[in-house]
């Protein structure tokens, strides 16, 4: 997603997991808001925690500024990771199971099919939703040919950045978070009474034959408690009617707030209080046969995420992991469905803005202790 912060970049370590880098270290490039030095070090934080070592971690890819990714599945089994890069305007397309970088899709500009600022994403079927910043707007297309279908939000949205989307009968429905600031540099928290548009919801239809979007419903707690100070990622649990949101702000403490997912209500609660030191980013939900499950979070330490997981019914903390390189994520994706390569499951996420990780969740559940997800 976005930094909200003034970050430096760093030197990409070990780089012998990366499988098409060979050679010197490949630095991943600063943009103009990252140049200071002062970011918090997993290395100095004391927090207790297992290391999982990445299936793999792709090559790099440094130009792209990569943020969140998303996987799809085709009818043969082949498995894609459509990551956004907000810096080269594209979406990258790299083998689920291996990492190899496939292809490149879109490029700059306003046009249907084209990209300015990528960040958040999502697959629901054959149906890639890509949240465009500069744009102002939520793109969809449809895979595997990423033809593009439908533009929206253009009209309400002034700064998106994460979203969340599901199937709802012959309909989507489609949650996205809109980071609006004040200020000439558009770093400055509104004050709490104009947060209320912090979030919209939308309903996508075909209507013969053509996607349609409909606003329905804008929201956001304005209360000190309940507020979003600084919104991107997206993520609901609609069986425990649970909608869980990244509050960004170090200042007032980065965490996940609670929502209802059917009023859009804050709940009362709140996650990771006690738990996220650096900067919440990305969330996925691993659910269950039996109801149980996992919610998966980013702590966004500059020299190694701390994922968090917790679960999902309690929300208790269940434990956190770092991988052996994977640093500064942004996004991360749960894909649940198992394949020969990862037949419990598989979770991606970004590194340092410029790979895709994979961890194989047999990995993470051995290490943490968690009983078998069946699904």
Not at 235 to 253: C, S
Request: hydrophobic fraction near 40%; charged fraction near 25%.
């Amino acid at each position: 997603m976005g930094k909200h912060r003034v970050k430096a970049g760093w030197l990409l370590p070990l780089m012998g997991l990366l499988a098409a880098c060979a050679g010197a270290p490949v630095a991943r490039q600063a943009e103009p808001d990252e140049a200071g030095a002062n970011e918090p070090r997993l290395a100095a934080a004391q927090v207790a925690h297992a290391q999982v070592r990445e299936a793999f971690v792709s090559g790099a890819l440094p130009q792209a500024n990569l943020d969140s990714p998303a996987s799809w599945t085709a009818p043969d089994g082949r498995r894609w990771v459509i990551v956004t890069g907000k810096k080269s305007n594209t979406l990258e397309v790299f083998d689920g199971d291996d990492g190899r970088h496939l292809r490149s899709v879109g490029g700059k500009g306003r046009a249907l099919g084209q990209l300015d600022r990528p960040n958040g994403i999502a697959v629901v079927g054959d149906l890639a939703l890509v949240v465009e910043r500069d744009n102002h707007r939520v793109q969809v297309f449809a895979l595997p040919q990423f033809t593009p279908l439908l533009a929206f939000g253009e009209a309400e949205l002034r700064k998106p950045y994460g979203l969340w989307a599901r199937r709802a009968g012959d309909a989507l429905e489609v949650i996205v978070s809109d980071n609006y600031m004040l200020g000439a540099d558009e770093e400055t928290v509104p004050p709490l009474a104009d947060l209320g548009q912090r979030f919209r919801r939308y309903r996508l239809q075909q209507v013969d034959g053509r996607w349609q979007a409909r606003l329905q419903q804008t929201f956001g707690e304005t209360t000190p408690a309940g507020a979003v100070r600084i919104a991107e990622s997206v993520w609901a649990d609609p069986d425990n009617d649970r909608l869980l949101l990244a509050e960004e702000d170090v200042a007032t403490g980065t965490r996940l707030r609670e929502y209802r997912l059917s009023d859009a209500r804050y709940a009362g609660r709140d996650v990771g209080a006690d738990r996220f030191r650096a900067q919440a980013e990305g969330i996925a939900l691993l659910a269950c046969a039996d109801g149980g499950g996992y919610w998966i979070a980013s702590d966004q330490y500059k020299d190694r995420t701390l994922f968090h997981v917790f679960d999902r019914r309690s929300l208790a903390p269940l434990g956190a992991f770092t991988g052996a390189v994977t640093a500064n994520t942004d996004g991360i994706w749960m894909e649940p469905r198992g394949d020969a390569r990862f037949p419990q499951g598989v979770l991606y996420a970004v590194h340092d803005d410029m790979a895709l990780a994979a961890f194989d969740w047999r990995d993470i559940a051995r290490a943490l202790g968690l009983p078998e997800c069946r699904r």
